[in-house]
């Protein structure tokens, strides 16, 4: 398998402008995962979709963020305005539901190579 | 929520040394992972092992579930072994997917 596909890799945008990161979850996992990575608050989940219904948004920041899964083979995530606070590294992971987990890997996660944002 | 802790947070080890990492948290769990983030950013789970040990070449994990701490060995280290290494378990009991991570500890190893 491919693994975990997210597009683009980098993106520098000005403030104010809008920006989609995009997702392919490893084909036949039913679990979706949104992360964020800074230097200040670490690695914090977004948001999580399981069977492509979004099932906690709690980590969302505010409205400018929101998320979508259209169907079992992608999602984005999207910030609208952006702003330079949201400059980080996001990254998209997916897995097995725990009714799914396979014996031996469990529900273990795999992380896509991360979009790193740069708002100015 | 289940906190999660890692130490030490900064380790700095001569080619060929051995290592151990530590997690601990707070509260019983049905889903552990350990992570390697290498300096190019990308993450690679190491382990999954809510309870037990499990090895992978020169990687090994332990998790003793009911005193709620884990323990990933690095043997042998080299210079590849370099990055931070997370550990990752539920938020809450009962969302095993739904993980936190800790803080990290940071590996250099020098040859």
Known sequence: DAGVIQSPRHEVTEMGQEVTLRCKPISGHDYLFWYRQTMMRGLELLIYFNNNVPIDDSGMPEDRFSAKMPNASFSTLKIQPSEPRDSAVYFCASSFSWIKRQKSSGNTIYFGEGSWLTVV | ?111
């Open chain 2, 1 to 111: 929520g289940i906190q999660v802790e890692q130490s030490p947070p900064d380790l700095i080890l001569q080619e060929g040394a051995n290592s151990t990492l530590r997690c601990n948290f707070s509260d019983s769990v049905n889903n552990l992972q350990w992570f390697h983030q290498n300096p190019w950013g990308q993450l690679i789970n190491l382990f999954y092992i809510p309870s037990g040990t499990k090895q992978n070449g020169r990687l090994s994990a332990t998790t003793v579930a009911t005193e709620r701490y884990s323990l990933l060995y690095i043997s042998s280290s080299q210079t590849t072994d370099s990055g931070v290494y997370f550990c990752a378990v539920p938020m809450i009991k009962a969302a095993g997917n739904k993980l936190t991570f800790g803080g990290g500890t940071r590996v250099l190893v020098k040859p």
